[in-house]
């Protein structure tokens, strides 16, 4: 699977969007982008995957960029609760190797 | 709650005793996976399930770590001889294999600390 980078930590007011980047040049064409958080002290909490489209869902956006190199989580309007480490994971959906492979994440931190 | 669910929550237990986790995964997925993560990292992938069948296990499950997922339904950790470095959060998750970008659902952990 794909490496990803992200930045270590982010801070973001409450009500404005939060923008996350995530940065995966060696993905594959058959891998999808997918991101999680970790609320702390909890498990793990899907957000939204994506292949090649624009996502978006009732927590978030995911854009990718068209050459699939990069994407960018957006919560458009941030609250105090979405303080958490946010994971960007990249994963290939053939048969037998369909597990997440976790990295440090970044922690993001919504100011009152 | 419909959700993957996890017991016990937390388990304090000593060194060289012998402790098991449980993981119900959500009803009909047939994929069940289990984590370990330690503070300040991102969770660890352990061993994972499709149906009863155990696919795969990382370096990381030593000989004294076994899970099991009898009849793929739920799953069970056990640990052996438990040492403090085995302090940490137990993760199940399960996801429903449909070949392509099927989605994990995580539970809440089991937190294990090793007096």
């Known amino acids: 699977d794909a490496k990803t980078t992200q930045p270590t930590s982010m801070d973001c007011a409450e009500g404005r969007a939060a923008n996350l980047p995530c940065n995966h040049s060696t993905i594959s064409g058959n891998e999808y982008v997918y991101w999680y958080r970790q609320i702390h002290s909890q498990g793990p909490q899907y957000i939204i995957h994506g292949l090649k489209n624009n996502e978006t869902n009732e927590m978030a956006s995911l854009i990718i960029t068209e050459d699939r190199k990069s994407s960018t989580l957006i919560l458009p309007h941030a609250t105090l609760r979405d303080t958490a480490v946010y994971y960007c994971i990249v994963k290939t959906p053939i048969q037998g190797a369909q597990k997440l492979v976790f990295g440090q994440g970044t922690r993001l931190t919504i100011n009152p | 709650d419909t959700g993957v669910s996890q017991d016990p929550r937390h388990k304090i237990t000593k060194r060289g005793q012998n402790v098991t986790f449980r993981c119900d995964p959500i009803s009909e997925h047939n994929r069940l996976y289990w984590y370990r993560q330690t503070l300040g990292q991102g969770p660890e992938f352990l061993t994972y399930?499709?149906?009863?069948?155990?696919?795969?296990k990382s370096r990381l499950l030593s000989d004294r770590f076994s899970a099991e997922r009898p009849k793929g339904s739920f799953s069970t950790l056990e640990i052996q001889r438990t040492e403090q470095g085995d302090s940490a959060m137990y993760l199940c998750a399960s996801s429903l294999d449909r070949g392509s970008g099927n989605t994990i659902y995580f539970g809440e952990g089991s937190w294990l600390t090793v007096v």
């Open positions: 399930f499709q149906n009863e069948a155990q696919l795969e």
